[in-house]
């Protein structure tokens, strides 16, 4: 339980930090909140021989509103999140989906940047950013750039970003309009992590179901955005059998994984369950009143 010794640096700019990763390759790591990179060190699942620590870089940090968008530091916490009444207004996913990580210590600790960075297939976030879309910022030697969530999980435990990049901040909608969201986990009783997570929003015009974005975590090798759900509720009328119709659709084309804490079958089965579940509750918080079914 004792890491690898190695050095520790505190940048205090974002270009300063870019250097040491690129002059430092493979050996140098970035130090967020630390909770998952912490873990892997002192198992010696990982043994960089630098960090460079984010902390004290100015600006990486906060929430804000720039127009019809949501702007979120990747330094910000997990804490941060869950309690910004300004996102409870503007973008209530996240904080709905924030205050389900880990425990209390977790989210005082873990940043938005660290978890999307480091790819948990279980990672609760990543399913709210894919459901409403989010625009990821990064920065590297060869300059800025934007990627789109579904861009940015690319396998188990791996991203588009490079060795030289920093995600620096995240970019998601404002939920204007009659809008309703829902962020659904059956939590692994230990850590608390997502055996299958679904995250979903939608905008509700009258009874019909105007837009809808549906992203789900702990399923398969990596979070996905369940387009085919989404395809089949878009400006439908929704009624609980259409509902639990396009819900049977999120296990096409995955393979669901199976491990100690659940079996594939399990998981599928859990998957259909929770997106059910959270297109109604997120129908509920839109205002559209739905006659639960049998079993649900
Ligand atoms: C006991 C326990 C329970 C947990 N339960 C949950 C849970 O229920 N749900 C959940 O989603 N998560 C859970 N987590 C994970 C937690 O949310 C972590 O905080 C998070 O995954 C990583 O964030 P961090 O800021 O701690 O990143 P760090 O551990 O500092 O970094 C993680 C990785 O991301 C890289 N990185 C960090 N920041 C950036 C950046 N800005 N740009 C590029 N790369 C970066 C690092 O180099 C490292 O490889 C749990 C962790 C623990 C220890």
Known sequence: MIPAPFDHITPVTLDEAIRALTSHGEEA???????????????????PKLLIDLSKIPGLAGIRQEGDKMTVGALTTHYQIESSELLKEKCPLLPQ????????????????????????????????????GAELR???????????????????????????????????????????TAYLKLPQKASGFALVGVAVWLRADGGLCADIGVGVTGLGAKPFRAVR????????????????????????????????????????????????????????????????????
Request: proline share 4%.
């Open 29 to 47: 790591k970035l130090l967020a909140g630390g909770h998952s990179l912490l873990p892997l060190m002192k198992l010696r699942l990982a043994s």
């Open 97 to 132: 989906t924030a205050r389900v990580i880990g425990d209390v210590q977790v989210r005082n600790r873990g940043t938005i940047g660290g978890s999307l960075a480091h790819a948990d297939p279980a990672a609760d976030l990543a399913a709210a950013m894919l459901a409403l």
């Open 138 to 180: 990064v920065r590297g030697a060869q300059g800025e750039r934007w990627l789109k969530a579904e861009e940015f999980f690319l396998d188990l435990m791996t991203t588009a970003l490079s060795p030289s990049e920093i995600l620096t901040e995240i970019r998601v909608p404002v939920l204007s309009g009659r809008c309703g």
């Open 229 to 296: 759900v989404e395809r089949h509720l878009r400006r439908k009328r929704l009624e609980p059998a259409l509902i639990e119709t396009a819900s049977a659709e999120v296990t096409l084309r995955i393979e669901p994984l199976g491990d100690i804490h659940a079996s594939a079958e399990f998981r599928a089965h859990l998957a259909r369950l929770y997106t059910y579940r959270a297109i109604v509750e997120a129908a509920r918080t839109a205002g559209i009143s739905l006659t639960k079914a049998k079993g649900k």
